[in-house]
């Protein structure tokens, strides 16, 4: 157990994560972003099922090491250990005011996890959770870099770590007041406070520290020891998650990103395999979901199943968010089991699992729901560790950080499940 906290401010390359003294939680929003006019304007009604264009990734191998993010000394902390630690959930960003929330209770259950998911980090210490890699949604409903402040960059002012972050449907999502023109291009904010080319003060931070982050793209590998996680983009629908043209269907999409998961599989299996790493795959949408409002995407989980099958190898365990709840699924497939993990818990909203559900386990084809889905908000912590038996092992915290309400282990040398 850590005695001592030091608070870890800056990372590798003059980079800042967090506060000194983090002030007190918002009661109020700076911009008021719970208006829902945007829905109404032209170019969305126009063009509220159409899929964007991908943003093309800033380097043709488009991945980016812990080590030149994180302090050195975390990184040997981490290597020395043989054990690394980090966060991930998604649909943080606050909006959801409506007669029965107000906007101070938005943004006191996105501040409830954040707020858990810092003091996490504090109590975990210097061996403790190393970043978080955000699974989509950071701001609702559209996009905008002005709302980046209030569900951002405010309620992570105290989370000093990196963090990573795949966009969600709605980051990505834009509006017009002109039927054929967006005002800005999707992901505009995205880009600019993820994908910055060098670290920096971010226009959307306020007063906030944290520099931006410097990912080659919004699909890209991260490489971190003994664990990599190909993050994806699955577009801006509500349903379903799109991550190529599916034969030509999307042609907007495009299959690029196709080709990058199947390479980073097939670069990543001889470390796997040689017991060096565990590999995660990221998605917002997720494949396989009984939330009552956003179910799974079979064309979505189709394409991760045609390019693990093109690659021979299959990751370790698949996250999503999207789906305001806490689900596991065990994938059966290949003779191999491994776990798919929905945790779209980080505060916006917690959404009950569909009606008339059996109760768990329920297998449907190859997937089994494990257990009931958790509507609870909190995050998951996914540890790797390397010893004689190295595992993979990814808990669901509640936001009291009293409670781990589930968890599985993925024994990476036999493939088994506890
Ligand atoms: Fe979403």
Known sequence: MQTEYTARLTGAGNRLFADPQPTPDETSFLVDNTSK????????????????????????????????????????????????????VGDTGAAKVDPFQSAAKAIANEASVADAMSADVRRGGL???????????????????????????????????????????HDGMVFGSQPDTPKVKTLTAFLRNFCSATPGPSPDAGAVMR???????????????????????????????????????????????????????????????????????????????????????????????????????????????????????????????????????????ATKPKAGLAPAPVTVGEYTLERDPIVEFGYLTVTVTMSTRPTLKIEFNDRTNTQTHDSVTVYLKSGKLS
């Open 37 to 88: 006019r945007y829905y109404d304007s032209p170019y969305y009604k126009r063009h509220a099922e159409d899929l964007q264009a991908v943003p093309k990734p800033s380097s043709a191998q488009p991945r980016i090491d812990l080590a030149d993010v994180l302090e050195p000394t975390l990184v040997d902390v981490i290597t020395h250990a043989g054990r690394i630690s980090f966060h991930a």
């Open 211 to 349: 520099t931006t982050m410097t990912q080659p793209g919004v699909y890209f590998t991260l490489d971190a020891p003994f664990v990599s996680i190909i993050g994806l983009y699955t577009n801006v629908l509500e349903g379903p998650g799109v991550i190529s043209s599916q034969g030509g269907v999307y042609p907007t999409v495009g299959d690029d990103q196709l080709a990058f998961l199947t390479a980073e599989l097939t670069r990543l299996a001889p470390a796997r395999k040689a017991l060096e790493r565990a590999v995660i795959v990221a998605t917002h949408h997720p494949p396989a979901s009984v939330d009552s409002v956003h179910g799974g995407s079979t064309g979505l989980a189709d394409d991760l199943d045609k390019a693990c099958t093109a690659a021979g190898f299959w990751p370790d365990a698949v996250l999503s968010g999207h789906a305001h709840l806490y689900q596991r699924f065990t994938r059966a497939t290949g003779g191999r089991r491994f776990p798919y993990v929905v945790a779209g818990s980080g505060g916006y909203s």
């Open 127 to 169: 061996a403790g959770p190393a970043f978080f890699f955000h699974l989509g949604d950071l701001v609702y409903y559209f996009g905008e870099g002005r709302y980046y402040y209030d569900q951002f960059y405010e309620p992570f002012r105290g989370y000093d770590r990196p963090i990573f972050a795949i966009p969600g449907n």
